[in-house]
């Protein structure tokens, strides 16, 4: 039986009903109930959600409020899975707030846990023990995936697509791009997870713009910064940006769609975008500045710092294309279950809830 919060969204529900059908029943809760009764754990798991809080709280009242919340929310959890250590306790994400105790929870309990997120690739979702993005369970040795059956994994490019915009001034519309060579930055979300916990040393969004405007006057002669604002930022960058455009080296367009301006780059720069990754289908170099699970020497050019950044922008990247083919190879065979919300692969997700239970027996 799986165990989760309920998420009151159509896609997310479609998977906890196919978890559910592979483990043989489900028990949703539409909201985690809470317990006064505290576990030597229990302040240790809560100040560690409330580090990576989105909202902790603007006032005094509201982060006691959170607190007390989140509190109660693990001690319940702690309670029920180790009444039923055998029940998998399942969250969308898992890497903040309540939905990250919920699972702390079941952890110390000695529970199996999975988390579920979307995927990077169509038709795909992720569902791991250990976590989502930089906290996944991906391994991070290059020579593991040298070794890997390769697999047609560039038909999943075919079904790629822009994501729709929410903004009207962020389309995904045909047009013209110059001939003269550049560089494409697919913009984040600035308030998104990927962004607040795995920025690494640029620290966050600023920090990150900050980095590309010290690093644009290093692109050789010719060559320039093209830009696109997120389709789900609710607000625009376009203040934050403005030293960087200013600089002459660098484009925002907001209007052409952003995989016809990946696929016209000589490559990408990201923080750790899912377009860093979805680059890989057009063969194209990559330059990471963020924690991302793809980025490996080989894969991408990571910078762990601005003088690394500057380097990458001044003479062009390549990548090792053998081990981008055993790395794709092993996503779309082993890491990626397929879903749609029609149809999911089984015993893949079979596999996902033993591995799960694996992870557990080795805490």
């Known amino acids: 039986m799986i165990v989760y919060p309920e998420e009151f969204n159509a896609k997310k529900a479609a998977v906890f009903r196919a978890l559910a059908e592979v483990e043989g029943g489900a028990r949703r809760l539409w909201v985690v109930p809470l317990s006064p009764f505290g576990w030597p754990e229990t302040r240790l798991r809560v100040d560690a959600a409330l580090a990576r809080a989105k909202k902790p709280g603007r006032t005094v009242l509201a982060r006691w409020a959170k607190r007390a919340l989140l509190t109660g929310q693990y001690n319940w959890a702690r ?3 180790a009444r ?11 890497l903040t707030g309540g939905r990250k105790v919920f699972l702390d929870a079941a952890r110390d309990a000695g529970a199996p846990v999975l988390h579920a997120e979307l995927a990077p690739l169509p038709g795909r979702i992720t569902l791991d023990p250990a976590g989502v993005n930089a906290e996944g369970s991906v391994p991070r040795d290059p020579d593991f995936f040298r070794t890997q059956p390769l697999t047609d994994w560039r038909a999943m490019g075919v079904s790629l697509a822009a994501r729709a915009s929410r903004r009207t001034d962020v389309q995904q519309t045909g047009g013209a791009l110059p001939d003269t060579p550049f560089l494409f930055c697919p913009l984040q979300v ?10 690494g040393w640029s620290a966050d969004y600023p920090g990150f713009i900050r980095a590309l405007t010290a690093a644009v006057p290093h692109l050789p002669p010719g060559w320039h910064l093209r830009l696109k ?8 960058l376009r203040p934050l940006l403005a030293p960087l455009l200013a600089s002459g080296r660098a484009v925002l367009d907001n209007a052409t769609d952003s995989f016809a301006q990946l696929a016209a780059s000589q490559g990408v720069v990201t923080l750790n975008s899912s377009m860093g990754l979805q680059a890989f289908f057009h063969d194209k170099p990559v330059i990471t500045l963020g924690r991302a699970f793809f980025a490996l020497p080989g894969l991408v050019t990571p910078c762990s710092s601005q003088a690394k950044v500057n ?8 990548f090792d294309a053998g081990l981008r083919e055993g790395f794709m190879s092993w996503l779309e065979a082993q890491y990626y279950p397929r879903f749609s919300e029609t149809g999911f692969d089984r015993a893949a997700f079979a596999a996902k809830c033993d591995q799960s239970r694996r992870s557990r027996d080795k805490r």
């Open 79 to 81: 309670r029920y899975f």
């Open 190 to 199: 600035p308030d998104d997870s990927q962004v607040r916990l795995f920025a």
């Open 311 to 318: 380097a990458a922008f001044a003479a062009p990247q390549s």
């Open 84 to 94: 039923h250590p055998e029940h998998l306790a399942v969250a969308w994400n898992g």
């Open 229 to 236: 604002e997120h389709p789900s930022a609710k607000q625009s």
